[in-house]
């Protein structure tokens, strides 16, 4: 048996397999990316990503393997993103990390989507100084979370309706600048002006998140103005989205004992956040860890690595038999 394990990720539009050690060393990490088939259609579409799925992942994990040079058997364990995400791409990853788990007498363990992102920061190299306050802004997800050890995370708060990727999205698709519309909406806010005050939902409320409001006023105000400047709007709605997201970091920091801020996602991709992040960490005197962004977008390498989390806690590993893969209980 190899000290391996084979990772696998179909949440969403990525169909993704990847080989990891112990260590966090990464041996194979193969994407085989959607966009080209989602981007017709401003946005995720849910039917043609599980076929899509199915048309690649067989390659996509005989590629994984090939790069690693280890056999099936030889795998120490199989770890599959079981939620959140898209059902019916999520069943074609489960289903076949089943088929492979009892085939090869490998023990397959079903992994949260979430955790993985909340550990992808320590892939290649331990980056993570812990206490660590972990921001992941994806474009399904937005949490705050606090990790004392790779095993020990408490989630302070989610977004209660939209992620702000995809508050980015919209905004985009509202400013004719296509799919994804994040990187565009970042680029032409950095040529305008913050003018319009938009709404910064639940500022000052804990750590919980909404971004669906603030994404209604940009389209009101796309709509009523007579002649909107595209690039206020979208460097008023980066400003208000930025304001929340490092406010509620900066509370976060400022009431614990952090060691580190540790940003996720492919917003993180933003070079304003970038830039806003910075000036806080150096402010409050943490660490600011921001790992290089293959690790940060979704990819299946964080949800191997965060399978050896579950090995160590579990181990040894449950029998394939015993293994129980619900989708409901991630
Ligand atoms: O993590 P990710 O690749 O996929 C999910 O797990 O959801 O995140 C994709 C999101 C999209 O909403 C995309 O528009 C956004 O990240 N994004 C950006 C930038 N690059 C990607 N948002 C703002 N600025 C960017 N430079
Ligand atoms: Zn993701």
Redesign the pocket.
Known sequence: MSGLILGIESS?D?TAAAVVDAHGRVLASVIASQTDIHAAHGGVYPELASRAHVQSIVRTVDRALADADVKGPDLRAIGVTRGPGLIGSLLVGLNTAQGLGLGWGVPVIGIN?LRG?LRSADLEEARVRYPALVLL?????TMLARMTSPRDIAVLGRTRDD?V??A??KV?RMLGLGY????A???LAATGQATIAFPRPLLNEGFEFSFSGLKSSVARAVAQARAPDYADVAASFVAACLDVLMTKCRRALDGGDYASLVI????A???Q?RERAGALCEDVGVALCLPPLRW???NAAMIALATWDYLALDAPPKPVAQTRLAIGDY
């Open positions: 969403c990525d989507h992102h802004v994806s474009g399904g997800h992620s990727g995809e980015y999205d985009g994804p519309g994040g990187p909406v970042d680029r996720v996602g492919g917003v991709a933003s070079k956040l940060s977008t979704d």
